[in-house]
């Protein structure tokens, strides 16, 4: 059974500060997404990484892929309130049909 | 460009009930997936269906529980004789091709008194 393990759980920052977010897991992915849901809505894909090593910008957010392919981290520079949610994780591990979400970082900007 | 939809985005049922949920995948997406998410719990896969097949259940309750993805229509979750159990908000995500960013509606949030 793959398992991604999400840290910190809860995350809680004022405005302007940087955060990382931790996505772990022993087993090896054929592809990694971070998603970001908001209190009654469903979760919106933010990236998709592929490649040991890769490393993708979105903004203020800086994405990055393990070596190994087990592991993802998620950089924020300069908090804004309206990053404010929860940030999942999911794995895909090639040859089954699901994807496996990690519980999530809720993260909390203060103004 | 309408994304995935999902109907009703709220229901209520009562115990012994059935409860039918909708989901329209975004347009050209041919694969769709439910999953559950319970307070405090991650998304959990139950069902990943193509037109007209059911390609992996292997999450979804092999008793009242099903689902469907007819040639023409929205693909539907049913939970027959409902439990308090089964309150969660329920997910429907489609995807051009397989499990790779899957793009997710709205959610159907379920509560069973």
């Known amino acids: 059974t793959q398992l991604l393990e999400q840290s910190p759980q809860f995350l809680s920052i004022q405005e302007g500060e940087n955060l990382t977010v931790y996505c772990n897991s022993s087993?090896?992915?054929?592809?990694l997404q971070w998603y970001r849901q908001e209190p009654g809505e469903g979760p919106v894909l933010l990236v998709t990484?592929?490649?040991?090593?890769e490393v993708k910008k979105l903004k203020r957010l800086t994405f990055q892929f393990g070596d190994a392919r087990k592991d993802s981290s998620l950089h924020i520079t300069a908090a804004q309130p309206g990053d404010t949610g929860l940030y999942l994780c999911?794995?895909?591990?090639?040859?089954?049909?699901?994807?496996?979400f990690g519980k999530g970082t809720l993260l909390t900007v203060n103004p | 460009n309408a994304g995935v939809m999902q109907n009703p985005r709220h229901l209520v049922r009562r115990r012994g009930q059935e409860a039918r949920l909708r989901c329209s995948p975004m347009?050209?997406?041919?694969?769709v997936y439910w999953y559950r998410q319970l307070p405090e719990e991650g998304l959990k896969f139950m069902v990943y269906?193509?037109?007209?097949?059911?390609?992996?259940e292997s999450g979804m309750p092999k008793e009242r529980f099903s689902a469907e993805f007819p040639k023409e229509g929205p693909s539907i979750l049913r939970i027959q004789q409902v439990v308090r159990g089964d309150s969660a908000a329920y997910f429907c995500?489609?995807?051009?091709?397989?499990?790779?960013?899957?793009?997710f509606g709205p959610g159907t949030r379920l509560t069973v008194l």
């Open positions: 269906l193509q037109k007209e097949n059911i390609i992996d």
């Open positions: 995500a489609s995807s051009p091709v397989g499990p790779r960013e899957q793009f």
């Open positions: 990484v592929v490649t040991g090593g």
């Open positions: 347009k050209g997406h041919s694969h």
């Open positions: 087993s090896v992915f054929s592809s």
């Open positions: 999911a794995g895909e591990g090639g040859s089954n049909y699901k994807l496996t």
